[in-house]
């Protein structure tokens, strides 16, 4: 089932609508008609609404009907028809991995407690609502789409250090293309190619040893916005789009990059034109001028006040906020060219994920002003270094880093190809030279930057400062830290017989032992794209094998014993994580589950209350669950949400909020009746130390990134990204402040201490691999009586001191540094499943792309040619026109 967003229609301004015949009430909709005047307001309420597709309720469960995808026979979709379908687990083994993941976590009588709450949920609830469950996934995509989606949607607080991640690109390996205009026309060239490949169907899909895995997300990367409403958030795309936004000094302008066909209508050369041009110009307002009217940390406040705000943004007369806002959503991308040089990764990393906070006579001139935090942004330091910050709410962590290393490399091929027209290319065909093309087939666009002018009445630059001034509090609150971890990577991981993604996950848990000597929930995202509309599932990376592992490195114990120990938490890790892959864990079921007797409780109530119009889809055949009551689902899943990824949202319903809510105990509406009793298994505190995630990790990234990461996903938590490499691993470490640098220097100790050990253990393992021949020399049987032949030779082969390798083994044992690399290695694992450990950061829900429709009566279906190239028409003349310099 594809899901549905809405299409965008660019608003007409407010002076156009004035001028537009009006209809008599009762007349047929025709627009050549003329009517008598009206009042203002009468001509507002009859402005022309957008036309949308059906739409899903970003805070509700919309079941519409399954659609077929609609695709033109391209590579980039070919096996999406044939992927299978997300199974849904057995639910006893959903259970007993449940507890397994839980027992190192909880103490004897708390497990007992939780092994209760389970075997009562199998006797009672669980089976029927998995049945129910499996009644519902029959016609959708995915069993758990719907549900993650709307958990994510119904996120409130905001975005920026909660849910958006970010990734740092490597240098430009060509130091003189490490200018931020040059860069950054670089980067938009490429990624415009890539967004012509993928609606061209021409990217070739993704696979993992020969499996493909699902493309849909890339459908959803571009054109595509974050649109806050009353009733939580959704997903609108102008799947059309052909414009981009630049960003600088907190000021917007846009310009077209495609035609129809989406073919490139300008070199990088005329791109840099533009951005040079842009740069001017931005520099005419003086920064702290600017900062005053940045509307993008508008972007940055709480979701529902951002909602608000757009209101106040589109309802004064006479303002072209309306269209102004139009044109950055429906923007391609966002490009934003920041004026800061990051002096070390640390900075970078945050200036990606969050801007700088820099205050001037009061006044916020720091980066942070300089972003869309609902779209998809390239962000171009002054000095070349580039990143991406997206929104994730449709894509995974995996989907954006193939975004990213494509454009990295094409960036690079392509200059190689200004020097050998021969050198190869990433794409199956390319745009034709703009600059061989004759202009009238570009179309109705317009290549020349405008400046948007925002109309900044009084209570937005009112709501501007406030949302800085909370948007400060936020990046201060938090820290990061960078280690670019050189002495080994994946090279020296693999030849000790570890799997890599295994041995830095066991890497933290031993590092956070050795810091605070205890364990705590741990999460690490498996990729399940192998399924159709795929995202993740939960590792739990904590072990009682992982457990004893940590115990016995911080113990007294012999180096054997603690790489034996390694080496079984690791094999537990890699087991854990192959099961994930199949989507055979145990938290997107439960999470499910739980989602779908909520939906039942706001039903009913809904009906015992007379407002539902509709059936309870859980008590009737899973048809169509309708709407719920406003703010019942909302603040179910607002409760205990926690983020499980990269900044990734899992929502977890605090049990204790619910029985609050009902003043009772283990149900909301138990005050009601006893039909509603959450099920003990939500109730119990297992559930809730299962989703209190303190380490919450994941391994996503190539060569072509220098790091990767997100915010903390809890006040006593720690985000980290990392990174693995041949010879080298790169982790980024965030919190709220709790000893972060003292965290990443506990880690490095660690990795380095535990190559020593893997030394002398490998060498202690060599020395005890000895020949026959060897064993003749250690034998203390009585040498048999020679004859006076022998004797001569026997008396010069007991000349000198008997080596035997004992006394370097005890140098070992005594050295306290690190040491050479040993050419004695380890035979290389042949198990290299950690491909999809951590691979997907994002879980927090599918791209649905049906989403609430804000007007009702609305059919479906695309505007006619001739309206959209009215729009089109009239698009031109938005903004102020900026004259191109010479670049």
Same mark, same amino acid.
């Given at each position: 089932?594809?899901?549905?967003?809405?299409?965008?229609?660019?608003?007409?301004?407010?002076?156009?609508?004035?001028?537009?015949?009006?209809?008599?009430?009762?007349?047929?909709?025709?627009?050549?008609?003329?009517?008598?005047?009206?009042?203002?307001?009468?001509?507002?309420?009859?402005?022309?609404?957008?036309?949308?597709?059906?739409?899903?309720?970003?805070?509700?469960?919309?079941?519409?009907?399954?659609?077929?995808?609609?695709?033109?026979?391209?590579?980039?979709?070919?096996?999406?028809?044939?992927?299978?379908?997300?199974?849904?687990?057995?639910?006893?083994?959903?259970?007993?991995?449940?507890?397994?993941?839980?027992?190192?976590?909880?103490?004897?009588?708390?497990?007992?407690?939780?092994?209760?709450?389970?075997?009562?949920?199998?006797?009672?609830?669980?089976?029927?609502?998995?049945?129910?469950?499996?009644?519902?996934?029959?016609?959708?995509?995915?069993?758990?789409?719907?549900?993650?989606?709307?958990?994510?949607?119904?996120?409130?607080?905001?975005?920026?250090?909660?849910?958006?991640?970010?990734?740092?690109?490597?240098?430009?390996?060509?130091?003189?293309?490490?200018?931020?205009?040059?860069?950054?026309?670089?980067?938009?060239?490429?990624?415009?190619?890539?967004?012509?490949?993928?609606?061209?169907?021409?990217?070739?899909?993704?696979?993992?040893?020969?499996?493909?895995?699902?493309?849909?997300?890339?459908?959803?990367?571009?054109?595509?916005?974050?649109?806050?409403?009353?009733?939580?958030?959704?997903?609108?795309?102008?799947?059309?789009?052909?414009?981009?936004?630049?960003?600088?000094?907190?000021?917007?302008?846009?310009?077209?990059?495609?035609?129809?066909?989406?073919?490139?209508?300008?070199?990088?050369?005329?791109?840099?034109?533009?951005?040079?041009?842009?740069?001017?110009?931005?520099?005419?307002?003086?920064?702290?001028?600017?900062?005053?009217?940045?509307?993008?940390?508008?972007?940055?406040?709480?979701?529902?006040?951002?909602?608000?705000?757009?209101?106040?943004?589109?309802?004064?007369?006479?303002?072209?906020?309306?269209?102004?806002?139009?044109?950055?959503?429906?923007?391609?991308?966002?490009?934003?060219?920041?004026?800061?040089?990051?002096?070390?990764?640390?900075?970078?990393?945050?200036?990606?994920?969050?801007?700088?906070?820099?205050?001037?006579?009061?006044?916020?001139?720091?980066?942070?002003?300089?972003?869309?935090?609902?779209?998809?942004?390239?962000?171009?330091?002054?000095?070349?270094?580039?990143?991406?910050?997206?929104?994730?709410?449709?894509?995974?962590?995996?989907?954006?880093?193939?975004?990213?290393?494509?454009?990295?490399?094409?960036?690079?091929?392509?200059?190689?190809?200004?020097?050998?027209?021969?050198?190869?290319?990433?794409?199956?065909?390319?745009?034709?030279?703009?600059?061989?093309?004759?202009?009238?087939?570009?179309?109705?666009?317009?290549?020349?930057?405008?400046?948007?002018?925002?109309?900044?009445?009084?209570?937005?630059?009112?709501?501007?400062?406030?949302?800085?001034?909370?948007?400060?509090?936020?990046?201060?609150?938090?820290?990061? #830290?960078?280690?670019?971890?050189?002495?080994?990577?994946? @090279?020296?991981? $693999? +030849?000790?017989?570890? !799997? *890599?993604?295994?041995?830095?996950?066991?890497?933290?848990?031993?590092?956070?032992?050795?810091?605070?000597?205890?364990?705590?929930?741990?999460?690490?995202?498996?990729?399940?794209?192998?399924?159709?509309?795929?995202?993740?599932?939960?590792?739990?990376?904590?072990?009682?094998?992982?457990?004893?592992?940590?115990?016995?490195?911080?113990?007294?114990?012999?180096?054997?014993?603690?790489?034996?120990?390694?080496?079984?938490?690791?094999?537990?890790?890699?087991?854990?994580?192959?099961?994930?892959?199949?989507?055979?864990?145990?938290?997107?079921?439960?999470?499910?589950?739980?989602?779908?007797? #909520?939906?039942?409780?706001?039903?009913?109530?809904?009906? @015992?209350?007379? $407002? +539902?119009?509709?059936? !309870? *889809?859980?008590?009737?055949?899973?048809?169509?669950?309708?709407?719920?009551?406003?703010?019942?689902?909302?603040?179910?899943?607002?409760?205990?949400?926690?983020?499980?990824?990269?900044?990734?949202?899992?929502?977890?319903?605090?049990?204790?909020?619910?029985?609050?809510?009902?003043?009772?105990?283990?149900?909301?509406?138990?005050?009601?009746?006893?039909?509603?009793?959450?099920?003990?298994?939500?109730?119990?505190?297992?559930?809730?130390?299962?989703?209190?995630?303190?380490?919450?990790?994941?391994?996503?990234?190539?060569?072509?990134?220098?790091?990767?990461?997100?915010?903390?996903?809890?006040?006593?938590?720690?985000?980290?990204?990392?990174?693995?490499?041949?010879?080298?691993?790169?982790?980024?470490?965030?919190?709220?402040?709790?000893?972060?640098?003292?965290?990443?220097?506990?880690?490095?100790?660690?990795?380095?201490?535990?190559?020593?050990?893997?030394?002398?253990?490998?060498?202690?393992?060599?020395?005890?691999?000895?020949?026959?021949?060897?064993?003749?020399?250690?034998?203390?049987?009585?040498?048999?009586?020679?004859?006076?032949?022998?004797?001569?030779?026997?008396?010069?082969?007991?000349?000198?001191?008997?080596?035997?390798?004992?006394?370097?083994?005890?140098?070992?044992?005594?050295?306290?540094?690190?040491?050479?690399?040993?050419?004695?290695?380890?035979?290389?694992?042949?198990?290299?499943?950690?491909?999809?450990?951590?691979?997907?950061?994002?879980?927090?829900?599918?791209?649905?792309?049906?989403?609430?429709?804000?007007?009702?009566?609305?059919?479906?279906?695309?505007?006619?040619?001739?309206?959209?190239?009215?729009?089109?028409?009239?698009?031109?003349?938005?903004?102020?026109?900026?004259?191109?310099?010479?670049?």
């Amino acid at each position: 089932m594809p899901t549905q967003v809405r299409i965008f229609t660019s608003p007409r301004a407010l002076g156009e609508t004035l001028t537009l015949p009006l209809q008599a009430p009762g007349a047929p909709q025709t627009p050549d008609e003329t009517q008598a005047p009206r009042t203002v307001l009468e001509k507002r309420q009859s402005v022309p609404k957008p036309t949308i597709t059906r739409s899903l309720k970003a805070s509700h469960y919309s079941m519409s009907a399954p659609e077929e995808e609609t695709h033109k026979g391209g590579v980039t979709f070919a096996h999406q028809d044939k992927l299978p379908k997300l199974p849904i687990p057995d639910l006893d083994k959903t259970c007993e991995r449940y507890l397994t993941a839980l027992k190192p976590l909880q103490g004897p009588r708390e497990h007992a407690e939780t092994k209760n709450a389970v075997e009562e949920f199998l006797r009672n609830e669980g089976p029927e609502l998995n049945d129910k469950l499996k009644s519902y996934a029959a016609g959708k995509s995915s069993y758990i789409e719907q549900f993650w989606y709307d958990s994510y949607l119904n996120f409130d607080n905001p975005v920026v250090l909660n849910l958006n991640p970010f990734f740092l690109l490597e240098d430009d390996p060509t130091p003189a293309r490490n200018n931020q205009v040059t860069r950054a026309a670089s980067l938009i060239v490429s990624a415009l190619e890539f967004v012509r490949a993928v609606r061209k169907e021409e990217l070739p899909p993704d696979t993992v040893k020969g499996t493909p895995l699902c493309m849909h997300q890339y459908s959803r990367l571009f054109g595509t916005a974050r649109v806050p409403t009353d009733n939580g958030c959704q997903i609108e795309q102008d799947p059309e789009s052909k414009h981009l936004i630049v960003m600088c000094h907190g000021q917007f302008y846009w310009f077209d990059v495609l035609d129809d066909n989406s073919d490139l209508i300008m070199t990088e050369k005329d791109i840099a034109i533009n951005l040079q041009t842009i740069i001017d110009d931005a520099v005419q307002t003086p920064i702290q001028e600017a900062a005053k009217g940045a509307l993008g940390v508008l972007s940055t406040e709480n979701r529902k006040v951002w909602s608000g705000l757009r209101e106040v943004l589109t309802r004064e007369p006479g303002s072209n906020n309306a269209d102004c806002l139009s044109i950055v959503d429906t923007s391609l991308f966002v490009v934003c060219l920041d004026y800061a040089e990051p002096a070390d990764a640390a900075a970078l990393c945050q200036n990606m994920l969050c801007g700088t906070s820099e205050i001037e006579k009061g006044v916020q001139i720091g980066t942070c002003t300089n972003r869309w935090y609902d779209k998809l942004q390239i962000i171009v330091c002054k000095n070349g270094s580039a990143g991406i910050n997206f929104e994730h709410t449709g894509v995974d962590g995996h989907t954006v880093l193939r975004f990213a290393s494509d454009i990295y490399t094409d960036t690079i091929l392509r200059f190689a190809r200004s020097i050998n027209g021969k050198a190869p290319t990433l794409w199956a065909s390319s745009s034709p030279d703009p600059s061989k093309r004759d202009p009238e087939s570009f179309g109705d666009v317009s290549t020349t930057p405008h400046k948007l002018e925002w109309d900044l009445i009084p209570e937005l630059k009112i709501a501007v400062r406030f949302a800085e001034t909370r948007l400060a509090d936020l990046i201060e609150q938090n820290e990061f #830290q960078c280690l670019d971890f050189g002495a080994y990577g994946k @090279n020296f991981i $693999t +030849s000790m017989g570890f !799997s *890599p993604d295994a041995f830095v996950q066991m890497a933290f848990q031993a590092a956070y032992y050795g810091l605070y000597g205890r364990i705590e929930c741990t999460y690490e995202p498996a990729m399940t794209k192998t399924f159709l509309h795929g995202r993740t599932e939960a590792i739990r990376t904590v072990s009682e094998e992982a457990v004893n592992f940590v115990q016995t490195f911080w113990g007294d114990h012999p180096a054997e014993d603690k790489i034996e120990a390694l080496r079984s938490a690791c094999q537990r890790h890699v087991n854990n994580t192959r099961e994930c892959a199949k989507a055979q864990g145990c938290d997107r079921h439960l999470y499910a589950l739980f989602c779908l007797w #909520q939906r039942m409780v706001d039903d009913d109530m809904s009906s @015992n209350a007379g $407002t +539902s119009n509709y059936s !309870s *889809p859980v008590m009737d055949g899973m048809s169509d669950l309708g709407s719920s009551p406003p703010n019942g689902n909302s603040e179910y899943l607002l409760d205990g949400a926690e983020q499980n990824q990269n900044g990734s949202k899992h929502t977890a319903v605090s049990p204790t909020a619910v029985r609050e809510r009902g003043n009772s105990t283990g149900s909301r509406a138990s005050g009601r009746d006893n039909t509603h009793q959450l099920p003990l298994i939500f109730a119990d505190s297992g559930w809730d130390k299962l989703n209190t995630t303190i380490l919450s990790t994941s391994n996503c990234g190539n060569p072509s990134l220098r790091h990767f990461g997100f915010g903390p996903v809890s006040g006593d938590g720690f985000g980290i990204g990392y990174i693995i490499k041949d010879d080298q691993i790169s982790i980024c470490v965030s919190s709220r402040h709790r000893q972060t640098r003292r965290f990443v220097d506990t880690l490095e100790s660690y990795l380095l201490e535990i190559r020593r050990i893997l030394r002398i253990a490998g060498r202690a393992a060599t020395t005890t691999r000895q020949t026959r021949a060897r064993e003749l020399d250690n034998d203390n049987v009585k040498p048999p009586k020679l004859t006076t032949s022998h004797s001569q030779a026997a008396k010069f082969k007991n000349r000198g001191r008997l080596i035997t390798g004992n006394e370097m083994l005890q140098r070992q044992k005594s050295f306290n540094g690190s040491m050479s690399p040993t050419e004695d290695s380890l035979v290389m694992s042949e198990d290299d499943s950690d491909e999809l450990g951590g691979y997907g950061f994002f879980d927090a829900g599918m791209l649905l792309q049906a989403l609430k429709a804000r007007n009702e009566g609305l059919d479906g279906g695309d505007s006619k040619p001739s309206e959209r190239a009215t729009a089109q028409a009239r698009r031109r003349d938005i903004g102020k026109r900026l004259r191109l310099v010479d670049y």
